[in-house]
């Protein structure tokens, strides 16, 4: 277990008969409380293909129901049910190249990070940029990680944006994602990326309208939305 920031924590599961996963791909977690109610919710996989454990990173919802446990009361050798891996269509092999286009909000990073994970093992130098927004700076999840991938100069670029104020020194932007900042990210839409917007639901749906309005295709926009009311 890791603490990734004062709300997060990256769970690395051992799954028996673990058949393997898609980076982009996500599982669904059951926990069954002793008087037999049950609740489910989806959550990204973390990790690369190629990582013998299956990595989750779960944000605090601090009204929520599942993830204040899972990001913080649950303790080293706990059991619980989770069923997958789920979805085939936000997902980025190392042998679909680039260019890709990486945005993501929150926690909404954490299937890109899978990607960027994958794309590293698997040694891949295809074009990638990844843009990811938090709102301070503490929030920002797999910050040392990040700044490790993108020093690799091997085709991957990172920008990093803060909604609710920058400390000093900060290079990043200092705003929401907005169509200027996309265009500035790249790569333009005549290079026809394949793109991967993940986050809450008005994110997602920021950034694709934006995304458009561009000139990127409608097919090429792949969505995941973190909505409010999970499995
Ligand atoms: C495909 C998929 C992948 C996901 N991957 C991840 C992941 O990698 N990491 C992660 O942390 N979450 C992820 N989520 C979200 C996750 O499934 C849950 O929705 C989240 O953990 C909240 O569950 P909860 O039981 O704690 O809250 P709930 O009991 O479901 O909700 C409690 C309260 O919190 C609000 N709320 C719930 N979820 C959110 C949210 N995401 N943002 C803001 N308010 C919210 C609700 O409106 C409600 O007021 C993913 C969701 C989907 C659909």
């Known amino acids: 277990m890791v603490d990734e920031t004062a709300h997060a924590r990256t769970l690395a599961l051992d799954v028996p008969g673990w058949p393997g996963h898609h980076a982009g791909q996500h599982l669904d977690v059951r926990l069954t409380a002793e008087d037999g109610y049950q609740a489910e919710r989806s959550y990204s996989i973390a990790s690369a293909p190629e990582d013998a454990r299956v990595a989750l990173t779960i944000e605090r919802i601090d009204d929520g129901e599942v993830s204040p446990y899972l990001a913080g009361d649950v303790v080293v050798g706990d059991a619980f049910e989770i069923r997958g891996p789920i979805g085939g269509h936000f997902t980025w092999r ?65 920008t990093t944006t803060l ?28 290079a026809a990326p394949k793109v991967f917007v993940c986050g809450p639901t008005p994110f997602v749906e920021a950034v694709a309208d934006e995304l458009v309005a561009l000139g990127h295709g409608a097919a090429a926009i792949h969505t995941e939305r973190f909505g409010p009311t999970g499995g």
Request: aromatic share 2%; net charge positive.
């Open 94 to 158: 190392a042998s679909d190249g680039g260019p890709v286009l990486l945005v993501g909000g929150g926690s909404g990073l954490v299937p890109l990070m899978a990607m960027l994970r994958h794309r590293a093992r698997a040694g891949s130098r295809a074009d990638a940029r990844l843009l990811v927004s938090a709102r301070t700076v503490d929030d920002l999840l797999y910050r040392d990680e990040l700044e490790r991938l993108a020093s690799a100069m091997d085709g991957l670029s990172i």
């Open 163 to 190: 909604t609710r104020g920058t400390p000093d020194g900060w290079k990043g932007h200092g705003r929401r994602v907005d169509a200027a900042m996309l265009g500035e990210v790249g790569p333009a839409a005549s």
